[in-house]
């Protein structure tokens, strides 16, 4: 058994007096390793590791003692009984629409309503836009620890957000999402399930954990869906364990469990501050935004690790703000001859490029981020105005092509076999490469005409910070230069 730091010893001895435990963890300093420790000195209590994907959970499995059940959220909530219809071929917005019969659940008769749109276009609204919002809109609830859908589980689209626009869009949306759910909770429901579903159904059960105790690793980005269960139950000793300053995905519905344990619970706070993916150089420039966020925690280099920060030539990873960021550099890497794997495929951006491609065409789309637009010149205009991810897909698009960029995502490798790894921030978090460079558009945030004050979100500094600790022997953070700039920082 590795021995522990002092710190990890304080953890193993809070565990020992029988304490709710929230654990303030830094990257690479061992969160995982000393919920093993934990475990590792009781085997006679049956405990329950909620993982925050399945990779991590098959590996914890695989490591963790025998009296350690190790799962996720959906691992713990699935049933067999979903299995077939988890299996049933993929189904558009356009089938599903036809499926639950739309235009009779939102009461449209005759001609396909319009919606005018933030900039004066009229939207029309078919029942494929339709759908595809209403299970977005289910998809969001169902990450909530709420028990109803309400109209505020309607995702905000770009182009949609003036009031009389949402209440327009919510009037039509709100009934189909309530009838979504209800088909999604029959057996012989015609719309196909998700795991987010069964989840959303099991924790409306109420479930109690068969375990003494639970550890709850990555809490930082946990649904509140999954954190009400865990907090329900009672009978077990709760810890939880994360990085509040890693919380990146707060925009699809995680929040931080670990303000909600010590809120809900009072329990103790301890921290894990030793990094062991990266020495001292690096930790430096991550404490720079642990400060600029008001984060709690500072990390410590490992001293045993040489690590640098300055220019890269050849990174093994290119980090990216945005979709269409990591696009345009896959791009440049394919037109010079290079194997390029981007993380999690090229689904994503391929979605974008058919809906880029359907507006091109005279079509609407049902994609979340072009939903809202009646055409690409709409998209065009907006972006030009909203300066942010989107005027960086315009110019992507518009450089380069749907088709072209189409053809480059089919022509990425796995990457075990690429020269180069190219993500974005938010799909690098729980990874490491050797040497990482950030990319350019982490945009720099713009002085307030007002205050004059130079305003950084706060979820934009803590994924720049989940950048910058990504790397173990080399950093490039050129690209994050601007952080000297920021004056302030907001929710």
């Known amino acids: 058994m590795v ?25 690479g300093c061992g969160k995982s390793a000393t919920l093993k420790m934990i475990s590792q000195t009781d085997a006679r209590r049956h405990m329950t590791y909620v993982a925050y994907n399945k990779s991590i959970a098959t590996d914890a499995s695989r490591s963790f003692p025998s009296n350690v059940l190790c799962k996720t959220g959906h691992g713990l909530a699935f049933d067999p009984r979903y299995g077939r219809r988890l299996q049933r071929p993929r189904q558009t917005a356009h089938q599903a629409s036809q499926a639950l019969d739309v235009k009779k659940v939102a009461g449209i008769i005759g001609a396909t309503p319009t919606i005018r749109t933030d900039l004066g276009h009229q939207h029309a609204m078919t029942g494929k836009i339709i759908m595809r919002a209403a299970l977005d ?17 309607i995702p905000q689209y770009d182009g949609l957000t003036k009031k009389k626009a949402r209440a327009e869009l919510v009037a039509l949306v709100l009934p189909v999402a309530r009838a979504s759910w209800q088909d999604l909770s029959r057996e012989d429901g015609v719309l196909n399930l998700s795991h987010d579903h069964y989840l959303k159904m099991w924790a409306l059960s109420r479930p109690t954990l068969p375990t003494d105790v639970v550890l709850l690793d990555e809490a930082q980005d946990t649904n509140d869906v999954l954190a009400d269960v865990l907090l329900r139950q009672d009978h077990a000793q709760r810890i939880a364990v994360g990085d509040s300053a890693q919380q990146i995905y707060s925009w699809r519905g995680a929040n931080d469990a670990l303000e909600g344990f010590l809120r809900q619970l009072g329990c103790p706070e301890l ?93 609407p789309a049902d ?57 974005t921030a938010h799909r690098s978090k729980g990874r490491e490469w050797p040497t990482v460079r950030i990319h350019a558009d982490f945009r720099a945030p713009k002085a307030n005409p007002k205050s004059g004050l130079v305003v950084l979100p706060r979820e934009e500094g803590r994924l720049a910070y989940v950048a910058v600790t990504r790397a173990r022997e080399q950093l490039d953070d050129t690209a994050l230069a601007w952080i000297s700039t920021v004056t302030a920082v907001s929710e």
């Open 3 to 27: 021995t522990p730091t002092i710190e990890q010893r304080e953890s193993i001895d809070s565990y020992g007096d029988g304490l709710d435990l929230v654990l303030q963890a830094g990257a």
């Open 137 to 153: 809109t289910v998809t969001r609830w169902c990450h909530s620890a709420d028990d109803e859908i309400e109209a505020r589980h």
């Open 271 to 363: 921290t894990l501050s030793q990094s062991f993916r990266f020495g001292p150089a690096i930790a430096a420039r991550a404490n720079i935004w642990l400060r600029t966020i008001d984060a709690r925690l500072r990390l410590t280099g490992w001293e045993a690790a040489e690590s640098s920060v300055g220019p890269l030539d050849s990174p093994d990873a290119i980090l990216c703000r945005t979709n269409a960021g990591a696009m345009g550099i896959v791009m440049e890497g394919l037109a010079a001859g290079r194997k390029v794997s981007l993380v999690g495929g090229g689904s994503d951006i391929k979605r974008l490029a058919w809906a880029a491609k359907s507006l091109q065409d005279g079509r």
């Open 367 to 423: 994609h979340p981020e072009l939903m809202g637009f009646p055409s690409w010149d709409a998209v065009r205009e907006y972006a030009e105005e909203e300066d942010g991810s989107l005027k960086v897909l315009v110019k992507l698009i518009d450089e380069h092509t749907t088709d072209r960029i189409l053809a480059a995502a089919d022509a990425l490798c796995s990457e075990q076999q690429a020269e180069l790894v190219v993500s």
